[in-house]
């Protein structure tokens, strides 16, 4: 039905647009959660989950018991199902998706052939030529001799009708599970000293890492949930400047985190847990210089980052504007690689950038002398205007004041300074001719 | 003897700061000096300055081949920033530690982040306040730019004021805050000063 004449029908739908990522998470949720019944379940469509239970119903009591236990529990659930159990996989498809129930062993065709041809999981177009031919049924279809029903209809029909009725092979191919990168240690005695922990989190850290190599994954955080015997958890937890797999070095983050660990009366289980991962690809280890100077560096950045944040340790990359707040990032070296840097030529640039501090008694353009920072300064000589524009699309507040005439002033004291000028807030305030003395700023410092 | 060997080699060895030791600057023109010294070290590089200071370094004006290799660190405090300054000189792969501590050093965080340096084989330069010292820098410049008569020359002023290991001196130079190379302006004033220049 169209949503337009569902409206009309009842105008106080309420509506909702499809999540597809999320109903996608929320099947993937309810396979592993159907693992219960069946150990190969495999999600079927983006509606349906397929379980090979051969071998399983007798744990249950038998198949209807299953089933019941399966649909009560989804019940309880909230969840609206139908479910069916058949001999193969394509009559338990098309009976799931029509009713639902319980096929008996060596009755395929009788249970199933009551069903419409489109429950055989056959395109548009075949089903519509079946229907024009008067083939509604699949009991219609079993009759019927194959080579001439392949030939109308293609070999699609007939390999979906063998596999519905067992004459094909048709096994449920259940995706690999996603790799989960914890591993946890459970003690017989508790523990409260820290070189004991540390030995504990070196074996853990050891399968971890050796989980994250099988599986080509590096870690850039990892957790280590330490449980009390009074049932009380601590937790410690790292980040890494990059993708990393190396025991020992990982180890070093997590000594000052769990030297503030409180124990109490002991630790008696510790689990470890890598919640981020980034792919690694196998590399060289131990080899030439240059990559133990790089393992050292993210080795550094990582316990620097541990300690003060990893938003504190910036790296400095170019950008693509000509403001001079704006010219270059300071983006976390953690989660970013250094950018080979374009050299441009033009007007030179100072070597310090601040925040514009306002000048005082400055006299004429540019200022034969002002003052700034409590000094005194007298222009020995100025080059300029270089006049920079605001970018329009960008509304940042230090530029409303308009365009800037920027001036390398060097003083007579010394300091070579970045100044400007912003004519245009001074007409807004005076009339087109500016009255007053113009608005100057430091912006910077020259080498 | 040794400081006399370093003079026959060139003249812009002079300034070359020696390795593995803590060094300091202070002066209007400190954060030259450093960008000249960071020039002057392959290899990663570091810059600490407390998140507080306004004043960062611009990408587009520092010398060629130094923004890439730079790396900032901004920590809140004193301690995690003395903190940083040590752990900095400890890694081996870091050629040069710049940092800017905001108060005056003790004898014995001087002399720990010395051993750092030994131990991490690293370089570090405080740019300090004035008369922010430590007793237990290797050397202490004292950096002024200064003005010039000539259109397009930037000269500075660097002081030698403390060495432990040679003399102290003082220099006028013609240095652009782009190459590696500088242009000595007055060899002969050099010369002739007394020897005890300052302090």
Redesign the interface.
């Known amino acids: 039905m169209a949503l337009a004449d569902a409206r009309a029908i009842c105008p106080d739908l309420a509506t909702r647009p499809a999540d597809l990522a999320r109903e996608a998470a929320a099947l993937a949720s309810l396979r592993r959660w159907a693992g219960r019944y069946a150990p190969m379940v495999a999600t079927d469509g983006v509606d349906g989950l397929m379980a090979d239970i051969s071998g399983v119903p007798h744990l249950f009591g038998g198949e209807a018991d299953l089933r019941d236990d399966l649909q009560a529990r989804l019940e309880r659930a909230g969840l609206h199902a139908t479910s069916a159990i058949a001999g193969t996989r394509g009559a338990a498809h098309a009976l799931a998706r029509h009713g639902g129930g319980i096929v008996a062993d060596g009755q395929l065709a009788e249970g199933i052939g009551h069903l419409p041809v489109t429950a055989l999981r056959v395109d548009h177009d075949t089903a519509e030529a079946l229907a024009r031919v008067g083939l509604a049924r699949i009991a219609d279809l079993t009759h019927l001799p194959r080579a001439p029903l392949a030939r109308r209809f293609g070999s699609g029909l007939v390999l979906r009708l063998d596999q519905a009725l067992g004459a094909q092979a048709e096994p449920v191919a259940a995706e690999p599970d996603a790799p989960q990168f914890g591993v946890r240690m459970t003690l017989p005695e508790p523990i409260g000293l820290q070189s004991d922990v540390m030995a504990g989190l070196a074996r853990l850290l050891e399968r971890l890492c050796a989980k994250l190599a099988r599986h080509r994954m590096g870690a850039r955080r990892v957790r280590l949930e330490l449980r009390r015997v009074d049932r009380g958890t601590a937790q410690v937890e790292i980040g890494l400047a990059r993708p990393m797999r190396d025991p020992a070095r990982i180890a070093v983050l997590f000594a000052k985190g769990v030297d503030e660990v409180e124990s109490g009366f002991g630790i008696d289980a510790l689990r470890l847990t890598a919640p981020v991962t980034e792919t690694l690809a196998p590399e060289q280890i131990g080899g030439g210089p240059t990559i133990r100077h790089e393992d050292a560096l993210a080795d550094l950045l990582s316990s620097v980052g541990n300690r003060i944040g990893f938003d504190r340790v910036l790296r400095l990359l170019p950008a693509t504007s000509l403001i001079p707040e704006r010219s270059f990032l300071l983006a976390p070296a953690a989660w970013s690689t250094p950018e080979p840097i374009p050299h441009r030529a033009g007007v030179a640039r100072p070597i310090i950038l601040f925040s514009p501090e306002p000048v005082t008694a400055a006299s004429g353009t540019p200022p034969a002398r002002f003052r700034w920072r409590r000094m005194r300064f007298t222009t020995l000589r100025a080059t300029g205007p270089e006049r920079i524009t605001p970018e329009w699309w960008f509304d940042d507040p230090a530029w409303r004041s308009g365009l800037r005439d920027y001036w390398r002033v060097e003083t007579q004291e010394g300091p070579r300074l970045w100044l400007f000028v912003t004519p245009q807030s001074q007409g807004a305030q005076d009339g087109p001719a500016p009255v007053g003395p113009l608005n100057w700023y430091v912006q910077g410092e020259f080498a | 003897m040794r400081s006399d060997l370093r003079m026959q080699t060139g003249p812009t060895d002079l300034f070359d700061l020696r390795p593995r030791r803590v060094h300091e600057a202070e002066g ?2 400190r ?2 000096f450093a ?2 010294q960071a020039e002057r070290h392959p ?2 590089l ?1 810059w600490i300055l407390p ?1 507080y200071v ?9 010398p ?1 081949g130094v ?10 405090g004193e301690t ?1 920033l003395l ?2 300054i040590e ?2 000189l400890r ?4 050629s040069l530690v710049i940092a800017e501590p905001e108060k005056p050093m003790s004898l014995t965080a001087g002399r720990r982040l010395q051993l750092a340096a030994e131990a991490g084989r690293t370089t570090g330069l405080m740019l300090i306040r004035e008369g922010a010292g430590s007793n237990a820098t290797e050397t202490r410049w004292k950096c ?5 008569t000539a ?1 397009d020359s ?1 000269l ?1 002023q660097w002081d030698l004021n403390k060495n432990k290991k040679g003399t102290s001196g003082s220099w006028v130079l013609n ?3 782009a190459s590696a190379a500088v242009h000595m302006v007055s060899e002969a004033r050099q010369r002739h000063e007394p020897a005890g220049t300052a302090r």
Do not use: I, K, Q, Y
């Open positions: 209007r023109g954060r030259a960008l000249f290899g990663p570091v998140a306004p004043e960062l370094p611009m990408l587009r004006g520092l060629r923004g890439e290799r730079l790396h900032l660190f901004r920590p809140v995690d903190w940083c752990e900095a890694a081996a792969p870091v002024e730019p200064v003005a010039s259109a930037t500075h240095w652009n805050g």
